[in-house]
């Protein structure tokens, strides 16, 4: 208790110093949080955001929005704003992101221009945030404190990345695009449906699908059926194979963990598909998905077990990284994730 109280402490601290910096430049030396009611105080085109931590009151066309997880990146770009600065869920490159389309995974690409590295989505660095002058921040619900810190800086909206369509609509909100994110919404439940009938002939073929999270096969791991790795493929049809005891350690945790020796018992799916996990950091990767699904294609390769299961045998084990179909729940990643589908389960 002791380290999480220091932990909070150096985080006002830090924020202060920051404030006192962005302040000597004031003479009056009016706080931030006051400056700016009084710059919107003025503003009719304010609209009120509901999300996790309360409300927050946003006016005007936010135009530096500070992002703190690829999820809500995700959003963002698919309702067509950029961001000036990003933490992203797992720190694979240091420092600012010059080149996005190269160092940010899946989503670099739709990014036009340079942006700040603010740190990891739940650690981020206050300093960087500051820095850039934000006029909107999306952050994670779960820490009341930093919440509290972030708000001081700009209008801040705390979100459970677990609930992609709320959180969509209250970026949208923030952003004054409403009507934009009800048509991503619908336009992406049209895509979903055109797709289940392209996948209706595979599933009557081979209905039963294994899904599971693994690294290198030393445990799998499974997650909850209203996942989106998991939600996506039994709105195509299929139906999900799994063991009876999994039980979760805590709410929206993945499901505890099973040693591979226990493969035989699910030995009755008719496909599976192997979530790959890599968290390892270092240098850049150049290819995002040979960095996920290297080292777990290998060992599916060279374990006895795996390989003695039915659909090892007729070549029905398909790899997709976590990391696609886990961070990006909205419109942008399920289309990737149908795209991953379609090019693997529909190729002849």
Not at 256 to 262: L, Q
Not at 277 to 287: H, S, Y
Not at 331 to 337: N, Q
Request: net charge negative; hydrophobic share 40%.
């Amino acid at each position: 208790m002791d380290g999480f109280r220091c932990m909070k402490m150096l985080l006002w601290v830090r924020f202060l110093v920051v404030a006192a910096i962005a302040l000597g430049a004031t003479a009056s030396c009016q706080s931030q949080a006051n400056r700016q009611e009084i710059s919107t105080s003025n503003r009719t085109d304010c609209r009120t955001v509901e999300h996790k931590a309360g409300e927050t009151e946003v006016c005007g066309q936010p135009e530096r929005i500070v992002v703190l997880g690829d999820y809500f990146l995700e959003s963002l770009l698919s309702l067509g704003l950029q961001p000036v600065a990003f933490a992203g869920v797992v720190a694979f490159h240091q420092g600012d992101y010059d080149n996005p389309s190269q160092q940010i995974p899946y989503l670099g690409n739709r990014i036009e221009q340079s942006i700040a590295n603010v740190g990891t989505a739940y650690e981020p660095s206050i300093e960087a945030i500051a820095k850039v002058q934000p006029d909107l921040i999306v952050a994670n619900h779960g820490d009341s404190e930093l919440y509290e810190i972030l708000s001081q800086i700009a209008p801040t909206i705390s979100l459970n990345r677990f609930e992609p369509k709320t959180n969509l609509k209250a970026i949208a909100v923030a952003v004054n695009r409403s009507g934009q994110a009800e048509q991503l919404l619908t336009e992406t439940e049209q895509r979903i449906n055109a797709a289940r009938k392209t996948f209706a002939p595979v599933v009557a073929q081979n209905p039963k699908l294994l899904l599971f999270y693994s690294g290198q096969l030393k445990q799998i791991v499974f997650d909850a059926p209203d996942k989106p790795c998991y939600s996506l493929p039994q709105e195509l049809g299929f139906q999900l194979v799994s063991l009876p005891e999994l039980e979760r350690s805590q709410p929206n945790s993945p499901l505890t963990p099973i040693s591979i020796e226990k493969l035989p018992q699910l030995n009755d799916a008719d496909l599976i598909i192997v979530l790959g996990i890599n968290l390892e950091k270092g240098k850049q990767p150049d290819n995002f998905d040979h960095h996920q699904l290297s080292k777990i294609k290998q060992a599916w390769q060279e374990n006895a077990i795996a390989q003695s299961l039915d659909a090892s045998k007729v070549g029905r084990v398909y790899f997709i990284p976590a990391y696609l179909c886990g961070t990006f729940p909205g419109a942008i990643g399920t289309e990737l994730y149908l795209e991953e589908l379609e090019q693997q389960l529909l190729s002849p």
